[in-house]
């Protein structure tokens, strides 16, 4: 089973590929419902709920059945033979199995399922094909059919007065990337223009359905007994067919995300779904029969609907749950129940590599099989040769200021492609003429700055700067060549340099009290200098060792020469600097309010009313403000820069307690191209440090992701990046990735959130929901599956305004104003 995904483009593309990607590519949304194959069924017909089972030698089938009025005698089977499966779909008083590999699918039926047997239904073998094997099977009321793996072709047997012989029935013509069967039809989505195609027995019903949805373009379709629904190619729900019981109105005004749902499940007069952000279910029709309330705040990793009732595989323990006006509790009082069945798996277990989408968790417990794995399922993905293409799952933000974007971004590029041409003709007079040579100071452009708390860096080390020092004049001639202003970058300010007793006298001598932090090559002190300003000046170490002194100046030109044409809101600013002798200082504006480090983690941040960061809102756009500075250097700067050292220690917190991303003491210019990746030995912070970046010594701007994951989550727990806990046994010092993402996949976010800030409320519960999903992307172990920077920021953006109750979006560009 499988989802779409699509690419990562810049932000104001974005809507475009979406479009183009389901035009070219196959694609399939997860859909469990009346007639789509799954690893949980429902034969409708006798209330029956089969599924695939997890943990054994074979992935082999067990159903449970309720077995009279009041549920209190049940009946729980295995299905013989006991073989691997692939994915089972029900029917009305039947039900069949793609077998692993499928080459080959057997039926059963269950109305000799009762009180008094419990013996397995004997199988029924309709397709056995070494050379052409199946991808998909649909069961409808009296009917199934398949499609072929490779050429999308469609067949289908039809079953007759009750007679387990199937006779032969298929559409007329059509290649079909997926298929979905109802009470008497079938629909299916067309590979070439991905229009819907309905055929079957009752050809009223499947002529008019198909005439509904006319000519748009699908990426999803599931079948109910009656009506259909899917996702079409802007990612939007729509639902065709019979409505007599509101089955086909959505209880909500249509402003849902595109592509928020990512699992259908469809009965006889009502319609279920899965909310992607957070694997809850919204059910309706029925007349307003069905409910969600009984199953609030569970996950589900997918659901199927028999004719008036609904059963999930949950995410917390792959157990199954029905619910459902039609559903025979053994509790009265309620029509919930936990079935009796072992843990189901959550999808095919298979030798075929996963892909770009990864393994799902736990694979190898689950498919108790040596080589087989579960491949995680993407958000969206895309298929191109039979092969999956699967960049980073992740929500498109909303394209509603796309084309205001669009403008602006022409205009600064126009803007900067003027301002390059006046430098450079400046620069050629200023050399020409000597005027350059002959001022008293020296002058960089600006350079962003590090402040950290000495305390910020407990806990966690650094590892040593990779580039090599060259000559000052080598060193300023590749920047001067490299460096060429972003669409949106400005002119920065210059800056002054200063002596060393200037800056001496502004920190009192360098004293232990003014003393504030430390940065990648030195220490940080507060000063005062005489015209008032307030400034935080890093000094590098001294001494007269050639490795330190190498560091040092390594460090120092880094941030000099790389980052000295940036200026952002959300990096911080260098006023000024000092060369004399050994010594090298950097002097930047003062950050008011420290570190970020600080207060997640400082002891003096106990109390809630301690730190104004410690509502969520706020801790929402800390991490929003960091994204911004980071997009920027990702994306406009060019070349692009890789800080290689995020971390919240290196987040400040200016008076207004805006965001600024700093020390830049070990950036590298990055390639000039998206997806291109450098090989240089790992620098960092334990903790932080891309896995792939610090085993493989494989630099991309993925890697200043991972850390931005890490700062979330601690953002969200309150945990260091390392740290010990008392809970856990002594079992020594832990990740925060180790201990948040297990718990975040599990549906349990509610039990790692920072006790400080509390529970969220109503509005902040899904916008602390989609930072978490968004960090444990960011954190993935390969950089290849992680998202860009523009998908976080869009994200981010969205969690903000969730904040305040708008379920609309915010771009970049109204924010950073504020």
Request: charged share 20%; hydrophobic share 35%; aromatic share 8%.
């Amino acid at each position: 089973m499988m989802l779409l995904h699509h690419q990562n483009p810049s932000s104001f593309l974005r809507k475009i590929l979406v479009l183009i990607v389901v035009f070219v590519a196959e694609v399939v949304l997860i859909v469990d419902g009346l007639g789509s194959a799954s690893t949980i069924a429902i034969t409708y017909g006798s209330n029956t709920v089969c599924g695939i089972l997890a943990g054994k030698t074979n992935q082999r089938i067990e159903c449970f059945t309720p077995n009279n009025n009041n549920g209190s005698s049940n009946t729980t089977i295995s299905i013989q033979p006991n073989i691997s499966y692939d994915s089972i779909s029900g029917g009305k008083d039947f039900f069949c199995g793609l077998r692993s590999g499928g080459f080959s699918f057997l039926c059963w039926t269950t109305t000799s399922v009762n009180s008094s047997s419990s013996s397995s239904p004997r199988p029924k073998r309709i397709y056995y094909s070494v050379n052409v094997t199946l991808k998909d099977i649909a069961v409808g009321e009296n009917h199934v059919c398949g499609i072929q793996n490779t050429t999308g072709v469609v067949r289908c047997w039809w079953r007759q007065n009750g007679v387990p012989k199937l006779r032969y029935l298929s559409p007329d013509n059509g290649n079909f990337s997926l298929i979905t069967s109802g009470n008497g039809f079938s629909c299916g989505v067309l590979m070439n223009s991905n229009k819907v195609k309905c055929w079957g027995i009752d050809d009223m019903k499947a002529n008019e359905i198909e005439k509904e949805f006319g000519n748009v373009s699908m990426v999803s379709l599931m079948a109910g007994s009656s009506h259909v629904c899917g996702v079409d190619s802007n990612g939007v729900l729509i639902c065709k067919g019979n409505n007599d019981s509101g089955q086909l109105n959505f209880p909500w005004r249509k402003q849902e995300e595109p592509f928020e749902y990512s699992g259908l499940g469809l009965g006889l007069n009502h319609t279920c779904v899965i909310r992607r952000l957070n694997g809850s279910v919204i059910c309706w029709g029925g007349n307003g029969m069905y409910s969600s309330d009984q199953i609030a705040g569970v996950s589900f990793e997918s659901i199927v609907a028999g004719l008036d009732f609904t059963c999930g595989l949950t995410t917390r323990n792959l157990s199954m749950i029905c619910w459902g006006p039609g559903w025979i509790s053994s509790n009265s009082s309620t029509s919930l129940m936990d079935l009796p069945l072992p843990k189901i798996v959550p999808g095919s277990c298979t030798v075929t590599p996963c892909g770009q989408c990864g393994i799902y968790p736990d694979s190898d417990n689950l498919c108790s099989s040596s080589g087989n794995n579960i491949c995680k399922q993407c958000d969206y993905y895309r298929v191109v040769d039979n092969n999956p293409v699967a960049p980073p799952p992740f929500i498109p933000p909303p394209p509603s200021n796309s084309i205001v974007k669009n403008k602006v971004l022409l205009a600064f590029a126009i803007v900067g492609s003027v301002g390059i041409v006046c430098g450079v003709l400046t620069l050629i007079y200023c050399l020409w003429t000597g005027v350059c040579c002959c001022n008293r100071k020296k002058i960089h452009n600006s350079v962003q700055p590090t402040i950290n708390r000495a305390s910020s860096n407990r806990g966690s080390g650094h590892f040593s700067p990779t580039f090599s020092i060259s000559s000052r004049r080598h060193n300023s001639f590749r920047a001067m060549r490299r460096t060429r202003s972003g669409p949106s970058s400005k002119h920065a300010d210059r800056a002054e340099q200063f002596s060393l007793a200037e800056l001496a006298a502004a920190t009192n001598g360098f004293s232990a009290e003014n003393k504030i932090g430390s940065g990648s090559f030195g220490t940080v002190y507060k000063g005062k200098l005489r015209d008032g300003r307030e400034v935080a000046i890093k000094r590098g170490e001294t001494g007269t060792k050639t490795k330190k002194f190498q560091e040092k100046e390594s460090a120092f030109d880094s941030e000099l020469e790389s980052l000295s044409r940036l200026h952002h809101k959300h990096l911080v600013s260098l006023v000024g600097f000092c060369e004399e002798n050994e010594e090298r200082l950097l002097v930047y504006e003062y950050m008011k309010n420290g570190a970020l480090y600080d207060h997640i983690h400082s002891k003096d941040n106990v109390e809630k009313t301690s730190s104004i960061l410690n509502t969520w809102k706020m801790r929402i756009k800390v991490a929003l403000d960091a994204a911004r500075g980071i997009e920027y250097l990702h994306n406009y700067a060019v070349p692009p820069i890789i800080h290689r050292d995020i971390k919240s220690s290196n987040i400040l917190l200016d008076s207004n307690w805006v965001a600024r991303v700093s020390d830049f003491g070990l950036s590298l210019l990055g390639p000039e191209s998206e997806g291109e990746y450098m090989s240089a030995k790992a620098a960092g912070t334990v903790g932080y440090m891309d896995p792939e970046y610090y085993g493989l010594n494989v630099l991309t701007a993925k890697s200043d992701v991972y850390g931005l994951g890490v700062v979330m989550l601690e953002l969200l727990t309150g945990k260091q990046a390392i740290f010990r806990d008392d809970d856990l046994d002594g079992e020594g010092p832990m990740s925060v990735v180790d201990y948040a993402v297990p718990k975040i996949m599990a549906g349990e976010l509610e039990r790692i959130l920072d006790v400080r800030v509390g529970l969220p409320d109503v509005n902040m519960a899904e916008a602390v929901e989609l930072v978490a999903y968004t960090a444990v992307h960011c954190v993935n172990l390969e950089g290849k599956e992680r998202p860009s920077m523009n998908d976080i920021v869009a994200n981010l953006e969205r969690a903000l305004s969730l904040c305040d109750g708008s379920h609309g979006s915010i771009s970049s560009a109204s924010l950073a104003s504020e």
